[in-house]
């Protein structure tokens, strides 16, 4: 009787399949292709073809969501329709679309329904599918089909015989779906979960969560309108509840909860439940050593199974009815029986069913031994597959997650790339602004140096302009003092004496006026040597730098008992000079010519200024003094500012000293 368990878990699985995942989708396909009284009115050859040209017209649309949803629909078509390569192909196809569209939801769907089609030829595939789907729908965060995937995936372990894996699954459903209001589903994870605990014999926990699926049943009755589902899973869990009762030998409960079910409107709407109703209750009235009406009950059950071509239904009566005969002694009955159900159990791959057969087989036969040995081949062949399935679906999941775990890894590989190159990008554009600053705030500060050079430079011609013009004035005093105390005086006397000896012609008055000609001669000298000395005074005729550093120097000399001396070889220098430059150059002389004064104890001290070979200004500043070691005297502050303001004309510093041997310094500027 416990074989039932798997047809009633098949119809569970088609009940809760895709078609509660389509409300919103067939709507839209009824709008736009679908004639849905049309189509209800077609066999099934024709609803095929209908549904194929449909397929062609959307191989036409513009790839979207809406093409995708509808070649699903005809998926779930061809599904409903046992067509299932049909089903494949346009899920195939949904699923290439949703690649391309990155579709995530419809990439997840698609994947759910490729594993429906492989549900009952490849269970492989369709473990590996539901997987697919479910890891799509945790990405996206869809917790409700999460549940769905994980419940289908322990379905497939179930019927593979991995009841360990199943439990385990469904557990992990049941966590995810514990907040849910999918109670359709949640029933069918409660049913399965009974079913596995009952399959590893833990008979007690199997009954409670039975009874947790009928409390989502009670649910069910109260929000859903639809009768003909929640008496489908009402028989379905009666029946399961009643295997439980019938394995601890309570079959009196059993017969209690299945004759209710042996009802008109049963047998009417779902005959194929109604056999199996049957065929269990004739089973729990034989168990219970009850055989009134076991025979009837089991050939009419049979009886139905066969107008149904329902196999599974046929085996199951077909083992009952070898066994009710076993119990009444009619072995020959019952072999036939048997051997017929062992027959149907090996060409259809009913493993369980045909276990059980050969087991009761070798118990009635004259060939015992052979049918013995037979079932224990069976079995061995049946264990060695589940094993050999359950390390395949072990591989799979693991092949799975480590492919997904590569993915995430490669994916934050590329994230932490993208990162860094945007950092790395960031900091360069971050750094191109604060050079850009930097290059702006440089311009700002040479420009106001330049401005504050030029003004300084102006100011210094501007002082050496009134110098020139105050010797100037000095000068005019000077020869208007000659010419009126010295010269106009003399002259003055002269003319009146040549005049006073006018009309004498003595000799004596002759040699007198010898003698005055001879003091216009000294005259005309001493006018002559004041040009003279007019003609060498233009010190102070130019106004160019030159004369700046001419009267700096001469300044200097005046301080000490230093003498300074400025030579410049070139006095068009200057003319490529900017300003900022000249008032910088000015200064370091300046600076250098205080520091000879103040330490150096020099002699002389020579300063020159000339053009080197490469059009480099050269600047020399060269005493006699005593000199010092350049290492104790670097860090001075007079050398710091030379220093520093030859660094801010880009040029080049050189010193030269030693104690004893005077100081030469020297700087080259571009």
């Not at 790839?63 to 699903?72: A, M, P, Q, R, V």
């Not at 102070?540 to 550093?549: R, V, W």
């Not at 490469?614 to 670097?634: A, P, T, V």
Request: glycine share 4%.
């Amino acid at each position: 009787m416990n074989s039932n368990i798997f047809f009633l878990l098949f119809l569970l699985f088609l009940i809760i399949g895709c078609k509660n995942d389509n409300s919103t989708n067939q709507n839209f396909f009824n709008q736009k292709f679908f004639d849905e009284v049309y189509f209800s009115g077609l066999n099934h050859n024709e609803k095929a073809i209908y549904l194929d040209s449909v397929g062609k017209l959307l191989s036409l649309k513009e790839n979207d969501s809406l093409t995708i949803n509808e070649f699903l629909v005809l998926a779930e078509e061809f599904y409903y329709l046992s067509l299932n390569q049909k089903s494949y192909e346009y899920s195939r196809k949904a699923l290439n679309l949703s690649k391309t569209a990155k579709d995530s939801a419809l990439l997840a769907k698609s994947y759910y329904y490729i594993g429906d089609t492989f549900e009952k030829t490849d269970k492989d595939s369709a473990f590996y599918y539901y997987l697919k789907a479910e890891n799509v729908y945790d990405l996206i965060g869809d917790a409700e089909r999460v549940g769905r995937m994980k419940f289908n995936k322990a379905y497939v372990l179930f019927y593979s015989g991995n009841y360990l894996e199943s439990e385990i699954e469904v557990s992990k459903a049941l966590f995810v779906l514990k907040k849910s209001n999918k109670y359709k589903l949640k029933y069918s994870c409660y049913t399965l979960m009974g079913n596995c605990l009952e399959k590893l014999e833990n008979y007690e926990q199997a009954l409670h969560y039975h009874n947790l699926a009928l409390r989502e049943l009670d649910i069910l009755k109260k929000n859903n309108k639809d009768k003909d589902i929640i008496n489908n899973y009402n028989i379905a869990s009666v029946i399961n509840i009643c295997n439980l009762y019938d394995i601890q030998g309570q079959y009196e409960k059993s017969i209690s909860l299945l004759k209710p079910l042996l009802n008109q409107e049963n047998k009417t709407k779902w005959p194929a439940y109604y056999a199996v109703i049957m065929s269990n209750l004739a089973y729990s009235k034989m168990k219970s050593g009850d055989f009134r009406e076991v025979e009837d009950l089991l050939n009419e059950s049979l009886k139905i199974s066969d107008s149904l071509n329902d196999n599974t239904g046929i085996i199951y009566t077909k083992i009952h009815l070898g066994e009710f005969f076993l119990l009444t002694k009619d072995t020959s009955t019952a072999y036939e029986h048997l051997k017929e159900a062992y027959k149907i159990s090996r060409e259809f791959g009913n493993q369980h069913e045909l276990l059980k057969s050969l087991l009761l087989l070798s118990e009635i036969s004259d060939n015992n031994l052979y049918y013995k040995n037979l079932y224990i081949s069976v079995n061995d062949s049946i264990i060695k597959q589940q094993r050999k399935t359950r390390n395949k679906f072990a591989r799979i999941e693991y092949e799975t997650s480590a492919l997904q775990d590569e993915n995430k890894a490669l994916t934050k590989y590329n994230e932490r790339i993208i990162l860094v190159a945007g950092i790395i990008v960031l900091v360069l554009f971050i750094l191109l602004i604060i050079r850009y600053i930097h290059s702006k705030n440089k311009e700002l500060y040479y420009l106001k140096h330049q401005t504050l050079a030029n003004e300084e430079l102006n100011d210094l011609l501007n002082k050496q302009q009134e110098r020139i013009v105050l010797a100037k004035e000095q000068e005019k005093s000077i020869i208007a003092k000659e010419l009126h105390d010295g010269i106009m005086n003399r002259l003055y006397s002269v003319r009146m004496n040549l005049g006073f000896f006018n009309n004498k012609n003595t000799e004596e008055i002759v040699e007198k006026r010898k003698g005055y000609i001879f003091n216009l001669q000294e005259i005309e000298n001493e006018i002559r040597s004041l040009s003279h000395d007019l003609k060498r005074n233009t010190l102070f005729n130019s106004n160019d730098f030159t004369d700046l550093i001419q009267t700096l120097v001469e300044d200097t000399n005046s301080l000490g008992l230093t003498h300074f001396y400025f030579k410049c070889s070139d006095a068009e220098v200057w003319n490529e000079i900017e300003n900022i430059n000249k008032i910088n150059i000015y200064r370091i002389i300046q600076e250098s010519l205080s520091n000879v004064h103040k330490h150096a104890e020099a002699k002389t001290c020579e300063v020159l200024l000339s053009k080197t070979e490469n059009s480099q200004l050269y600047l020399e500043i060269k005493d006699d003094g005593k000199g010092f070691k350049i290492s104790k005297k670097l860090n001075g502050i007079g050398i710091h500012n030379i220093r520093e303001r030859v660094s801010l004309i880009n040029g080049v510093i050189k010193l030269k000293s030693s104690p004893g041997n005077g100081t030469v310094l020297q700087v080259f500027i571009s």
